[in-house]
């Protein structure tokens, strides 16, 4: 009996030290499933980026900057607004000039421009360039304009250069926003592209503005010859009665007449000229 109560003592002296261990083991598991959810936590609030974030992210960064990857193409689009104004151009189909066919100024009438630009375009980018200088043959301005303008169409040959008498043809004015003479513009596929906007206008502006919206360039020297002196579009004044403006200058004299009529002025003048005579009236009749 002492021996086995011996064996007994020595089992329950061995269970505290096995119950000790095992709990020393379940919150070393503990601590290592905690250690590990908050690394999992960690990296799930500060993950890397993966392939299509970095992807998006960069394609997102290209659009603002302007530029759009397609395949293997890459299109650029221009920022600014300035850069958008100079890079708008357009493609022209330059002309052929007939056997023996001297390139001039074409003179027609606004029917047959409206004629001209009326023709069905097709759908491809490119088509025909025209340059267009609406005058009068009565301003100074259009007179001083004409040489230089005749001269454009031998520097483009390959250029369609019309002239309209702006006066005789108002039905432009409305249709193409004409305010003043001269006034040259740029056409492309029968649509106005652009309008000549500098004070003085001489050839080599006339090339400036066509070489910027077209990309086209120039064939031989800048001069203007005594021929183009002399035509198509005249150089030199037209003589001619403007019945309307007399008209307009009767109109308006009368007007001022009939105003100053109905003044205080008028009648204080009229009743010192008619105090002045029946005065001398009545000196008259007492020397009598």
């Given at each position: 009996d002492l021996a086995e109560l011996d064996v007994f003592q020595e089992d329950n002296a061995i269970l505290p030290e096995l119950v000790l261990n095992s709990n020393q083991l379940y919150d070393e598991e503990a601590s290592s499933l905690t250690v590990e959810e908050e690394s999992t936590t960690r990296n799930e609030d500060y993950h890397l980026p993966s392939s299509e974030s970095v992807t998006m992210e960069s394609d997102a960064k290209s659009q603002e900057n302007g530029t759009v990857t397609e395949g293997n193409v890459t299109l650029t689009n221009a920022t600014s607004g300035s850069e958008n104004k100079t890079s708008v151009k357009v493609e022209c189909l330059l002309g052929e000039l007939e056997e023996g066919e001297i390139p001039a100024v074409h003179l027609i009438n606004g029917t047959m421009l409206i004629k001209i630009f009326s023709a069905p375009a097709n759908n491809s980018t490119a088509g025909e360039c025209s340059i267009v200088m609406f005058?009068?043959?009565y301003c100074v301005f259009s007179a001083r304009a004409a040489p230089h303008f005749n001269a454009l169409a031998r520097v483009f040959?390959?250029?369609k250069c019309y002239a309209v008498d702006a006066m005789t043809n108002g039905n432009l004015h409305l249709r193409y926003g004409l305010v003043a003479v001269p006034n040259v513009m740029l056409f492309h596929k029968g649509k106005p592209i652009a309008r000549f906007n500098e004070t003085h206008l001489n050839l080599e502006r006339l090339v400036t503005f066509i070489e910027k919206y077209?990309?086209?360039q120039y064939n031989g020297t800048l001069n203007v010859t005594s021929a183009d002196m002399s035509g198509p579009v005249p150089s030199t004044l037209s003589k001619k009665v403007d019945y309307v403006l007399i008209l307009a200058w009767i109109f308006t004299i009368c007007c001022m007449c009939y105003g100053f009529s109905k003044s205080t002025l008028c009648h204080k003048i009229i009743e010192?000229?008619?105090?002045?005579?029946?005065?001398?009236?009545?000196?008259?009749?007492?020397e009598d």
């Amino acid at each position: 009996d002492l021996a086995e109560l011996d064996v007994f003592q020595e089992d329950n002296a061995i269970l505290p030290e096995l119950v000790l261990n095992s709990n020393q083991l379940y919150d070393e598991e503990a601590s290592s499933l905690t250690v590990e959810e908050e690394s999992t936590t960690r990296n799930e609030d500060y993950h890397l980026p993966s392939s299509e974030s970095v992807t998006m992210e960069s394609d997102a960064k290209s659009q603002e900057n302007g530029t759009v990857t397609e395949g293997n193409v890459t299109l650029t689009n221009a920022t600014s607004g300035s850069e958008n104004k100079t890079s708008v151009k357009v493609e022209c189909l330059l002309g052929e000039l007939e056997e023996g066919e001297i390139p001039a100024v074409h003179l027609i009438n606004g029917t047959m421009l409206i004629k001209i630009f009326s023709a069905p375009a097709n759908n491809s980018t490119a088509g025909e360039c025209s340059i267009v200088m609406f005058y009068s043959p009565y301003c100074v301005f259009s007179a001083r304009a004409a040489p230089h303008f005749n001269a454009l169409a031998r520097v483009f040959p390959g250029v369609k250069c019309y002239a309209v008498d702006a006066m005789t043809n108002g039905n432009l004015h409305l249709r193409y926003g004409l305010v003043a003479v001269p006034n040259v513009m740029l056409f492309h596929k029968g649509k106005p592209i652009a309008r000549f906007n500098e004070t003085h206008l001489n050839l080599e502006r006339l090339v400036t503005f066509i070489e910027k919206y077209t990309g086209l360039q120039y064939n031989g020297t800048l001069n203007v010859t005594s021929a183009d002196m002399s035509g198509p579009v005249p150089s030199t004044l037209s003589k001619k009665v403007d019945y309307v403006l007399i008209l307009a200058w009767i109109f308006t004299i009368c007007c001022m007449c009939y105003g100053f009529s109905k003044s205080t002025l008028c009648h204080k003048i009229i009743e010192s000229v008619k105090r002045t005579w029946q005065e001398a009236e009545a000196q008259h009749e007492h020397e009598d």
